[in-house]
């Protein structure tokens, strides 16, 4: 606690300060015993096709915490990236994930879902990431050709040659990628150019203002035909509006994620969802 008050060099005794550093410290300690306490679990939102049908899924984790209640990822996920946590739980999100794409296979109604899950750059950094991916499908069973990494900008950009790389090796167990929050980052067309990637999912923020902000409608415009001139796939995420979608259809954009469609919810809760609906 003592070396956080230091690192922030903002006065130790300022009694607010003080009371959010204990507050940090406390959420910390409680997050460090999440994973064991099976306080974290993952929901699923689903991604569609141009026709609405389900082609695949988003992993997105939670915490419901004895002593916090739920926690917003936008909290907990900075906290157990600046601690290291990310790794352990990195891990526990893959396997879980390699897990539900397992139960997917057993109906016919989910078994073709791609499902992608978010890997923090920690993780995706480590030495033997590749190893521990390979490890997992070969323990779990799971469907590689099915699963699909979701890698931010700032995660592919920092040591491009040696994320190539590691995409590449990657890539060779049968998964794909996924670049999130495209637009937010700094990609440069060059990089885009080689990195072995998949899909371009554009950022919420763009989609949100459409219809607003006629240079987000321009920027989206743009990714997509980027996309498809780099032959990558193309999928918006955060649509809430069916004029958000059609502007997107139009534009060429061939797949959809976002409370328009489907909420993230439990595997249970979407089983229930596709039985209904689909
Ligand atoms: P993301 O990967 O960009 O995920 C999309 C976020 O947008 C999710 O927020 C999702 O619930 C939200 N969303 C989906 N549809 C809509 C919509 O129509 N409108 C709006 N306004 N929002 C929508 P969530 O679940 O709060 O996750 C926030 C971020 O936390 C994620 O952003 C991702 O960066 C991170 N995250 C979530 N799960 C994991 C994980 O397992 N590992 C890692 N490393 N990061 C994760
Ligand atoms: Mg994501
Ligand atoms: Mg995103
Ligand atoms: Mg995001």
Redesign the pocket.
């Known amino acids: 606690q003592a070396k956080q008050a230091g690192r922030n060099t903002t006065c130790f005794y300022d009694p607010e300060i003080q009371s959010a550093l204990e507050a940090r410290t406390q959420l910390e300690r409680d997050l460090r015993l999440a994973l064991e306490r099976q306080e974290l679990y ?2 699923y ?1 689903l991604q569609v096709d141009t026709a609405a049908q389900p082609i695949g899924a ?5 915490w419901q915490s004895e002593r916090h209640g739920l926690v ?3 909290v907990f ?1 900075p906290l157990a ?1 600046e601690t290291g946590l ?1 790794i352990p ?2 891990y526990w ?1 893959l396997q879980t994930a390699c897990q539900q794409l397992l139960t997917w296979q057993q109906n016919p109604k989910t078994r073709h879902l791609v499902l992608a ?4 750059a920690r ?1 995706f950094k480590q030495a033997d990431f590749v190893e521990r991916v390979r490890k997992l499908l070969d323990e779990t069973g799971a469907p590689a050709h099915q699963l699909k990494l ?1 890698l ?1 900008e700032s995660t592919v950009l920092d040591r491009v040659e040696e994320t190539i790389e590691k995409m590449k090796q990657i890539k060779e167990l049968g998964l794909t990628f996924s670049m ?2 495209f637009g937010t980052g700094y990609s440069s067309l060059q990089y885009l150019k080689r990195l072995p990637l998949d899909q371009i ?1 554009i ?2 923020s763009f989609v ?1 203002d459409i219809h607003q902000d006629p240079e987000d409608a321009a920027i989206v415009k743009t990714i997509i035909a980027m996309s498809k001139a780099l032959r990558l796939h193309v999928i918006a ?4 509006t069916e004029a958000q979608q059609f502007f997107l259809m139009e534009q060429g954009c061939e797949a959809f ?4 469609f489907c ?2 919810m439990t595997a249970s809760e979407l089983d229930e969802q596709l039985l209904i609906t689909h």
């Open positions: 993952l929901v939102q988003e992993a997105l984790l939670r917003s990822p936008g996920i990236e990310i739980i990195g999100v899950v978010n890997v923090s993780q979701e931010t999130d929050d999912k950022d919420q949100r995420e955060g649509v809430e994620q976002g409370y328009l909420r993230p």
